[in-house]
């Protein structure tokens, strides 16, 4: 399994971007897909996941509200649409993806594959 995450860039405060993560392997599906990110100096934050039938989704309390992840299985691609960005956003954005966690983790360590991030940038 391999992942590529991208979207990210510079934006202003208040602007929206949506993140893609594409999947190369098989059996998208049968795949739990998460977002994390890591802020300068910082750890490693859970944001949101995805159950591979898409029906379930779960995020941190912060981003509740203005993060939105969705994926396609047939394009293999999970997404991350973040409004209103704030510069408390700016971190390397990664996807992650499990095939044998039962729940919707929020923990780092549960998911197996990761990808390489894209950086969001966001000025004030």
């Known amino acids: 399994v391999q992942l590529q995450a991208s979207g990210g860039g510079l934006v202003q405060a208040g602007a929206s971007l949506r993140l893609s993560c594409t999947f190369s392997g098989r059996f998208f599906s049968n795949y739990v897909m998460g977002w994390f990110r890591q802020a300068p100096g910082k750890e490693r934050d859970f944001v949101a996941t995805?159950?591979?039938?898409?029906?379930?989704?779960r995020y941190a309390d912060s981003v509740k509200g203005r993060f939105s992840i969705s994926r396609d299985n047939g394009k293999k691609t999970v997404y991350l649409e973040i409004n209103s960005l704030e510069p408390e956003d700016t971190a390397v954005h990664y996807c992650?993806?499990?095939?044998?966690?039962?729940?919707?983790?929020?923990?780092?360590?549960?998911?197996?594959?990761w990808g390489r991030g894209t950086l969001v940038t966001v000025s004030s």
């Open positions: 995805i159950h591979g039938n898409g029906a379930t989704t």
């Open positions: 992650a993806a499990d095939a044998s966690i039962v729940r919707l983790s929020d923990q780092p360590y549960e998911y197996e594959f």
